[in-house]
Structures are given as structure tokens and as C-alpha cells.
């Protein structure tokens, strides 16, 4: 059975360079433009890991992942930041809030590819 993937990105290319990367390596990819849509998808599904960017409409990545680790279901979901926020205080803000690794867009697939492998089998 296929590791599961949720992509929370308002950035549709993101998404799909994402989702092309993780389904050619054979997990299986979940999608949401936002973290309301992520969480309504974590509802319904369960997740192997989540891939968040930060700064999205109605609901940041950030609200977001402390939305889901407060989830009896989901925290314990491995969370990897994929995001343009590069500075250190938004790094350790999510750091604090759960996340488990951080990727600066533009990113190349390999790097995700390389950092969802190690999670997905901590």
C-alpha cells in the first residue's frame, strides 16, 4: 500500500511539480489549496505525511500546522514547511509549531523527494 502525501499550496504549478515528483517515487498524493482545504481533507483521510507552504489564503501554513498537531488523529504527521519564507524567525516559529523539515522555494524535486523519504520512514 502506497505512503499517502498532502499537499496544502495555493500555487497550482507548485502543487503538480510536487505531485509529479512524489507519484513517479510511488506515493500516493492528496492536494489543497489552502489550510482550511487541508484540514477538511486530514478530516476525511488519513495522511502519511504533510507538505504545507506557508503563506496562503484564508488560512497560513503556519495556523495550519498548529491546527493539525492539536488533532488527536494527525499529530503525529510528519510536516515538511516547502515555502519562500526564508528567514530564520518564520523558520523557528514553525519549527516550534511542529514542523519537521523546511524547503525554500524554488526547490528542486529531488530535495523534497529526499527529505519525504527520510520522514516517511522515521
Do not use: C, H
Amino acid at each position: 500500500m502506497p505512503k499517502k502525501i498532502l499537499i496544502v499550496d495555493d500555487s497550482a504549478s507548485v502543487r503538480m511539480v510536487a505531485r509529479i515528483a512524489l507519484r513517479e517515487k510511488g506515493y500516493e498524493v492528496i492536494e489543497a489549496s489552502n489550510g482550511r482545504e487541508g484540514l477538511e481533507k486530514l478530516a476525511a483521510d488519513r495522511v502519511n505525511l504533510v507538505i504545507s507552504d506557508v503563506n496562503m489564503p484564508q488560512m497560513d501554513g503556519i495556523s495550519f500546522l498548529k491546527e493539525l498537531k492539536s488533532q488527536p488523529t494527525s499529530k503525529f504527521v510528519p510536516v515538511i514547511m516547502l515555502t519562500t519564507e526564508a528567514g530564520q524567525d518564520k523558520m523557528q516559529e514553525g519549527r516550534a509549531a511542529g514542523a519537521k523539515a523546511w524547503i525554500t522555494k524554488p526547490f528542486q524535486p529531488a530535495t523534497l523527494i529526499d527529505a519525504v523519504a527520510k520522514l516517511v520512514l522515521a
